[in-house]
């Protein structure tokens, strides 16, 4: 019951965040739109400077450039936010990924409480420190998946994305130095 909730919140993620990235390739779809409207109206500025020396038309071209330049600025805006959203469902999805890999260890290895103090005593320290390493192992897995997403979601941002990417290229500098 438990694992169904969270494959329901896992897909409810996913769909969400997939309508995040469609939305966002709208947003650079336009701001790449309004950025070659802008080089256009420079464009046409140009041409009627140089042409005619009253500059009738410059006020006018003059007003769409500034509204295109508004327009690109609200888009900027509107990426930054949807960005924002999707890292935060990117969380949530390695939580909820997390939780799922807990429960599954849970049905592969159900607790056995009939053990007796003795056999716990007895169980060999090599499987524990086996455990926390496959554990440890996959928590960085999850996290280098994560930004792995987040630098496919900054694509279009080389800045972020390269940060992103050094973040996974310590991440995994510092694992193997262990």
Request: net charge negative.
């Amino acid at each position: 019951m438990l694992k169904e909730y969270i494959q329901n919140l896992l897909l409810e993620n996913e769909e969400e965040i997939q309508k995040l990235k469609n939305e966002m390739d709208e947003l650079m779809g336009d701001i790449e739109v309004q950025q070659q409207q802008m080089v256009l109206l420079e464009n046409a500025e140009n041409a009627d400077t140089n042409i005619f020396s009253p500059r009738s038309h410059g006020d006018e071209i003059h007003e769409k450039m500034v509204n295109a330049q508004m327009k690109v600025k609200k888009l900027n805006q509107e990426t930054e936010h949807v960005r924002e959203m999707i890292e935060a469902l990117m969380k949530k999805k390695y939580e909820y990924e997390s939780l799922m890999n807990e429960i599954k260890e849970r049905e592969e290895y159900p607790l056995n409480e009939e053990k007796t103090a003795e056999e716990v005593q007895n169980a060999q320290p090599d499987t524990e420190t086996e455990t926390q390493t496959q554990e440890s192992f996959q928590e960085i897995l999850g996290k280098l998946y994560s930004k792995a997403e987040i630098c496919l979601a900054f694509l279009n941002d080389k800045n972020r994305c390269k940060v992103e990417l050094r973040s996974m290229k310590q991440m995994i500098k510092e694992y193997l130095n262990k």
